[in-house]
């Protein structure tokens, strides 16, 4: 029995501590992935698992292929004519690269948010409307605009203007409706890339809580160059690095770890230099 | 490579030595205070204290400040939060030389048992090699040297448990109860001194392996 531990104390480590690995619920199994372009690869040989509910971050230097990396999960290197994916994506234990694989379903599933907000030039209602029009899904249509708004935080500042423009919200409020325009279609997978580094503080900071309460219905990767970002709202972290062979350079994954562990004592000295700044 | 980082970080270690030689000067001061029994340096080791203080503030607002404007993490993060105990152990060690000045001061015109006296030089002469083995290990990222403080902390509660049968063999006399029992807490203070020496060690292991662990468990 623990009798000096106030109830403040037991809460705040709960909170903080992951589930054991075999109580985690794996959502992508990715095994030795390698991504080229023209021949050269961006992406050399990476293997992690993703797992359910968990914001999981991807970090490192420029060229280091996580862009890449988190294009793979919903396959929108598929769009890019000379890229070419090696090694398996499984998603929910299936192949997500096999040969019956719908695309435009794994994309309704695994939904993806930029870096720039990029809503369409139509009403905001419109906007988040426009998936499920596309998907067939218009039962209760307003209904499901309503709901994933306010699941994107967006609701309460929006709802007396669902017919003017999204292109007259601020940039913030842009990037939220765009993270609604996912989930309007039920997803299962958020991926976002780099989603607030084009925001202010302020917008930043909706944007962090946002994906801390969406993670208790969807799971959520993320690329960002903002390590501190990555410290506050990530439970795994990724580190990638570059490495130059025979000139060509490709990205690496060098660790993958509980996000306190990255930040407070990585294993790998190539993380320590990056996290501390003292890469290059 | 976040130089003005590694120039603070620097900085602030620096000035941690700085505080140590400070609290050494002040153990020494009080030691020679009691062993010539002189109420003068006692009260100068009391006045010197303020400067121990003023190293304690400026160390514990750099890192407030450092902590608010540069985010550390992993190692330099460890580094930090060392420095922060270290500062604070480094400030109570001095608070001791202080009760140690005070209570000279008390006795200052008793005639003291000369074994006992010696005994105490013994313990303090221990509790200095301590505190400089805590700075240096800290300094070199030494554990093996820092591991060896719970050796030399077991010679000084060795001392500290004859000196209290020294006291209790010398309480039967009325004119030396009074002197024994003042130097009953100062053995305690030094004995105190040798713990947070021990303390600073687990700061160096805690920053060179990440994990922090109590060099003895103190429950047995």
């Known amino acids: ?280 | 490579m976040r130089v003005s980082l590694q120039q603070e970080l620097d900085q602030l270690e620096a000035s941690l030595q700085e505080e140590g030689a400070l609290v050494l000067r002040a153990l020494r001061g009080c030691l020679n205070a009691l062993g010539r029994q002189d109420a003068e340096l006692a009260d100068e080791v009391i006045a010197f204290d303020d400067e121990v203080d003023e190293t304690y503030v400026a160390i514990e607002e750099g890192i407030q400040s450092l902590l608010a404007r540069q985010t550390p993490v992993a190692i330099d993060l460890r580094n930090v939060l060392a420095v922060l105990h270290i500062n604070l152990h480094l400030e109570r060690m001095a608070d001791y030389c202080v009760t140690v000045a005070k209570l000279t001061k008390l006795v200052h015109d008793t005639p003291p048992d000369g074994t006992l006296t010696e005994a105490l030089e013994d313990m303090g002469t221990r509790a200095e090699e301590m505190i400089q083995t805590a700075l240096d290990s800290f300094a070199n990222r030494d554990v093996e040297s820092a591991e060896s403080l719970v050796d030399m902390d077991e010679l000084i509660d060795a001392a500290n448990r004859r000196v209290v049968h020294q006291i209790l063999s010398i309480s039967a006399d009325p004119d030396l109860r009074e002197w024994g029992l003042r130097m009953l807490l100062v053995s305690r203070c030094l004995e105190r001194i040798g713990d947070h020496a021990v303390d600073i060690g687990e700061q160096t292991a805690f920053l060179v392996s990440g994990q922090f662990r109590e060099f003895t468990d103190a429950s047995h």
Not at chain 1, 80 to 97: F, K, M, S
Not at chain 1, 126 to 144: I, K, Q, S
Not at chain 1, 256 to 262: G, M
């Open chain 1, 1 to 280: 029995m623990n009798i000096i531990e106030s109830p403040v104390q037991v809460a705040q480590q709960q909170a903080r501590e992951l589930p054991p690995p075999e109580q985690r619920e794996v959502v992508f199994d990715v095994s030795d992935l390698t991504v080229s372009y023209g021949g050269s690869p961006a992406l050399k040989n990476v293997s992690l698992d993703v797992y359910k509910n968990f914001v999981t971050a991807f970090i490192g230097p420029s060229g280091c292929g996580k862009s890449t990396f988190i294009r793979c999960f919903n396959r929108m290197n598929d769009l890019i004519p000379n890229a070419v994916v090696e090694g398996t994506i499984l998603y929910h234990r299936q192949d997500l690269y096999g040969p019956d694989v719908d695309a435009v379903e794994v994309r309704r599933r695994i939904g993806m948010v930029f870096q720039k907000p990029n809503p369409f030039p139509k009403s905001i209602y419109d906007n988040v409307a426009f998936g499920p029009r596309v998907l067939g899904m218009t039962d209760d249509l307003d209904g499901r605009v309503e709901r994933a708004l306010h699941q994107a935080a967006l609701w309460d500042e929006v709802k007396d203007r669902l017919k003017d423009g999204a292109l007259g919200l601020s940039g913030g409020q842009q990037q939220r409706l765009c993270i609604a325009r996912c989930l309007a279609v039920e997803p299962d997978v958020l991926l976002m890339d780099e989603p607030a580094s084009a925001l202010d503080p302020i917008s930043t900071t909706r944007i962090e809580d946002l994906m801390h309460d969406l993670k208790r219905e969807y799971t959520i990767v993320i690329v960002t160059h903002n390590m501190q970002q990555a410290a506050r709202i990530a439970d795994m972290t990724a580190f990638f690095s570059v490495q130059i062979e025979n000139g060509h350079r490709s990205g690496v994954l060098v660790e993958y770890d509980a996000t306190p562990a990255i930040f407070t004592k990585p294993a790998d000295k190539r993380t320590e230099d990056y996290v501390t700044g003292r890469f290059g």
